[in-house]
T-cell receptor, first 114, second 110 residues
Framework: DTGVSQDPRHKITKRGQNVTFRCDPI?????LYWYRQTLGQGPEFLTYFQNEAQLEKSRLLSDRFSAERPKGSFSTLEIQRTEQGDSAMYLCASSFPGSNQPQHFGDGTRLSIL | QKEVEQNSGPLSVPEGAIASLNCTYS??????FFWYRQYSGKSPELIMS????GDKEDGRFTAQLNKASQYVSLLIRDSQPSDSATYLC??????????FGQGTTLQVKP
């Protein structure tokens, strides 16, 4: 069990640039979740996949955000035309299917917008 | 009303004492609860899950769930300085997404 892996760990970019993050879930898990966390707050749900299907997206996920999981394994989260308010920790988690299954988090990607 | 409410703290306890962390939630349909520990600058780490009313013990940790009162708590016995962290309560929504509270910051003083 290699755990959930996220890349990069840190990303610094200028406002207006596009960024892409990658998440590799635990291999046996077919659910993959993305969350965003700002300082002093709990993580907020963004979107989740079961296998390759994106089943839910939060209202927080503006049209500048897009997520994919093309082969049901790794996932990418892209933010276009980044804004100052996008600065946050982006967390990926994976689990077995079912609402009672615990989710295991990766180390996260910290995004800083200059 | 927020979906999940936790006292942000900080909750300060002396080393060796019992730390009591509380969480209330609004969704009466919630069937399970997860407690995560998050060290500063790190990602959340699952420490306890509880699915039915009553107590569940795991080492120094005890989770208590009262669905009628929509209340879940985490007790940490023999608190250690290494327990100093933010503790997040998270019931899953119907689709499995976790709904986090703000978290309670625990400080264990040597």
């Amino acid at each position: 069990d290699t755990g959930v892996s996220q890349d990069p760990r840190h990303k610094i970019t200028k406002r207006g640039q596009n960024v892409t993050f990658r998440c590799d879930p635990i291999s046996e898990h077919n659910r993959l979740y993305w969350y965003r966390q700002t300082l002093g707050q709990g993580p907020e749900f963004l979107t989740y996949f079961q296998n390759e299907a994106q089943l839910e997206k939060s209202r927080l996920l503006s049209d500048r955000f897009s997520a994919e999981r093309p082969k049901g394994s790794f996932s990418t989260l892209e933010i276009q035309r980044t804004e100052q308010g996008d600065s946050a920790m982006y967390l990926c988690a994976s689990s077995f299917p079912g609402s009672n299954q615990p989710q295991h988090f990766g180390d996260g990607t910290r995004l800083s917008i200059l | 009303q927020k979906e999940v409410e936790q006292n942000s703290g900080p909750l300060s306890v002396p080393e060796g004492a019992i730390a009591s962390l509380n969480c209330t939630y609004s969704d009466r349909g919630s069937q399970s609860f997860f407690w995560y520990r998050q060290y500063s600058g790190k990602s959340p780490e699952l420490i306890m899950s509880i699915y039915s009313n009553g107590d569940k013990e795991d080492g120094r940790f005890t989770a208590q769930l009262n669905k009628a009162s929509q209340y879940v708590s985490l007790l940490i016995r023999d608190s250690q300085p290494s327990d100093s962290a933010t503790y997040l309560c998270a019931p899953p929504g119907n689709t499995g997404k976790l709904i986090f509270g703000q978290g309670t910051t625990l400080q264990v003083k040597p």
